[in-house]
């Protein structure tokens, strides 16, 4: 509760700066926007971490990053995902695309959201399976079997972007391609993106719905892992809410500086799973950038 | 026989009437400069001051005419005219054609061409480069 009420606080702050704020700029090649038909590649090195809020799963360090885009005339990769821009206008964009949600991310090494992150998203130390002592009449602690998989999936759908004097209004909406939890996701996300001389700062506050499939496939309990708890938690649709920070600095044509950083108050359904331990999750990264 | 004896003829005539419009044309002569303005992009509008020079092969009172809505046909006050100083905004092309005052007999023209540089096209950019983290 506190930390939604920060959280808000916060994103109120932000919008108020931003009213305060020259109109955005069009689109520059430096800036935003990239050329059509060119790679666009570069590497970020440096430290961060991203917590895990997961029972007993390490916190994720970062020492590299990627990034990798192309744009079409129409079609797009960028950063592990494809889109189709149906519509490209001055005051709107409409795009048909996939996205990844970064849940699988604390089960899972090799998820998209961990490319090139060092460390394991492993369990830190065995699972305590002695039984704890605990107050008589409280809940159990919750004890667990070995996690069965949770899968990466991609998600497909559609997006639009709204550029306002105030920033860009993100909505986006996509469900599982690949069956594997058949959940949804809904996104509003408010950017906004400011250059004061060599210094890029963007800001971004995103409120990030998930479906009742989504949280009980990666937040629920199975009868493997703890038969109590498969019948104790049983999730419902939930929003996250978050806020993101990322600096630039322009050193030279190539070299950045970088920092960033996102925090993530949890939906109140995934923090009652008994599988998390933490009500928020934050990454942060500073380091250097190059882009070829 | 006679249809390959019929199409030789209908040849040397096309070749006179070629020939004879190549003459027809150098007799007059109508010059632009500069003959293209450069834009910086293709929305923004061309500002330039244009000069017309022309040359008739005896003295002819001429007109200018284009296929830009704001200017005005203007026709010369005397044959002794040869040049005329235009300042025009456009985004497009002007085509410029002289003809004899008299006669409106087409006489020569000219063209101005409007290009835009040759910037890279670019395109707005959907995720934060550093989205991964």
């Given at each position: 509760m506190?930390?939604?009420?920060?959280?808000?606080?916060?994103?109120?702050?932000?919008l108020?700066?931003?009213?305060?704020?020259?109109?955005?700029k069009a689109?520059?090649l430096?800036?935003?926007c990239?050329?059509?038909?060119?790679?666009?590649?570069?590497?970020?090195l440096?430290y961060?971490?991203?917590s895990n809020?997961?029972?007993?799963?390490d916190?994720i360090p970062?020492?590299?990053?990627p990034?990798?885009?192309?744009?079409?005339?129409?079609?797009?990769?960028?950063n592990?995902?494809?889109g189709?821009?149906?519509?490209e206008?001055?005051l709107?964009?409409?795009?048909?695309?996939?996205s990844?949600?970064?849940?699988s991310?604390?089960?899972?090494?090799?998820?998209?959201?961990?490319?090139?992150?060092s460390?394991?998203?492993?369990?830190?130390?065995?699972?305590a399976l002695?039984?704890?002592f605990?107050?008589?009449?409280?809940e159990?602690?919750?004890?667990?079997?070995?996690?069965?998989?949770?899968?990466?999936?991609?998600?497909?759908?559609?997006?639009a972007?709204?550029y306002?004097?105030?920033?860009?209004i993100?909505?986006?909406?996509?469900?599982?391609?690949?069956?594997?939890?058949?959940?949804?996701?809904?996104?509003?996300?408010?950017?906004?993106?400011?250059?004061?001389?060599?210094?890029k700062?963007?800001v971004a506050a995103?409120?990030?719905?998930?479906?009742?499939?989504?949280?009980?496939?990666?937040?629920?309990?199975?009868?493997?892992e703890n038969?109590?708890?498969?019948?104790?938690y049983?999730?419902?649709?939930?929003?996250?809410?978050?806020?993101?920070?990322?600096?630039?600095?322009?050193?030279?044509?190539?070299?950045d500086?970088?920092?960033?950083?996102?925090y993530?108050?949890?939906?109140?359904?995934?923090?009652?799973?008994?599988?998390?331990?933490?009500?928020?999750?934050?990454?942060?990264?500073?380091?250097?950038?190059?882009?070829? | 026989m006679?249809?390959?004896l019929i199409?030789?003829?209908?040849?040397?005539?096309?070749?006179?009437?070629?020939?004879?419009?190549?003459?027809?044309?150098?007799?007059a002569?109508?010059s632009?400069?500069?003959?293209?303005?450069i834009?910086?992009?293709?929305e923004?509008?061309?500002?330039i001051?244009?000069?017309?020079?022309?040359?008739?092969?005896y003295?002819?009172?001429?007109?200018i005419?284009?296929?830009?809505?704001?200017?005005?046909?203007?026709?010369?006050?005397?044959?002794?005219?040869?040049?005329?100083?235009?300042?025009?905004?456009?985004?497009?092309?002007?085509?410029?054609?002289?003809i004899?005052?008299?006669?409106h007999?087409?006489l020569?023209?000219?063209?101005l061409?409007?290009?835009p540089?040759?910037?890279?096209?670019?395109?707005?950019r959907?995720?934060?480069?550093?989205?991964?983290f």
């Open positions: 506190k930390n939604k009420l920060l959280t808000s606080l916060l994103t109120t702050l932000l108020s700066f931003a009213i305060q704020a020259e109109e955005q689109c520059h430096d800036d935003e990239v050329e059509v038909g060119q790679w666009q590649l570069g590497l970020a440096g961060g971490e991203r809020p997961v029972r007993d799963y916190d970062i020492y590299l990053a990034t990798l885009a192309y744009y079409g005339d129409s079609w797009f990769f960028d592990g995902n494809l189709y821009t149906l519509a206008k001055e709107f964009s409409l795009n048909l695309t996939t990844f949600s970064s849940d991310a604390y089960f899972y090494r090799w998820d998209p959201s961990n490319i090139f992150i460390g394991t998203s492993q369990l830190s130390s065995a699972p002695t039984t704890r605990q107050a008589f009449g409280a159990p602690e919750p004890v667990f079997n070995e996690l069965e998989d949770r899968k990466f999936t991609l998600l497909g759908g559609a997006e972007f709204i306002t004097p105030m920033g860009i993100n909505l986006a909406l996509a469900h599982d391609l690949f069956d594997v939890h058949s959940g949804m996701e809904a996104k509003v996300k408010w950017l906004y993106n400011l250059t004061l001389s060599d210094w700062f963007e995103v409120a990030n719905w998930k479906s009742e499939e989504i949280i009980n496939y990666y937040y629920g309990v199975r009868p493997s038969a109590y708890w498969s019948e104790r049983h999730a419902g649709s939930g929003t996250n809410l978050g806020l993101e920070l990322t600096t630039q600095y322009m050193m030279t044509e190539h070299w500086l970088l920092f960033l950083v996102r993530t108050d949890l939906a109140d359904e995934i923090v009652a799973s008994p599988l998390v331990t933490e009500s928020y999750t934050n990454t942060y990264f500073i380091g250097t950038a190059y882009r070829f | 006679t249809f390959k199409q030789a003829i209908l040849v040397i005539i096309l070749l006179c009437n070629i020939t004879y419009a190549v003459g027809q044309e150098s007799t002569s109508l632009l400069s500069p003959q293209i303005c834009t910086a992009d293709v923004q509008s061309c500002e001051e244009l000069v017309l020079n022309w040359e008739t092969p003295p002819q009172v001429v007109c005419m284009s296929d830009h809505s704001d200017l005005e046909k203007w026709c010369a006050d005397s044959p002794n005219t040869h040049s005329l100083t235009l300042k025009v905004e456009t985004q497009k092309d002007i085509q410029f054609v002289m004899d005052k008299q006669s007999q087409t020569a023209g000219v063209k061409k409007v290009t540089t040759a910037a890279p096209q670019v395109r707005r959907y995720r934060n480069p550093w989205s991964l």
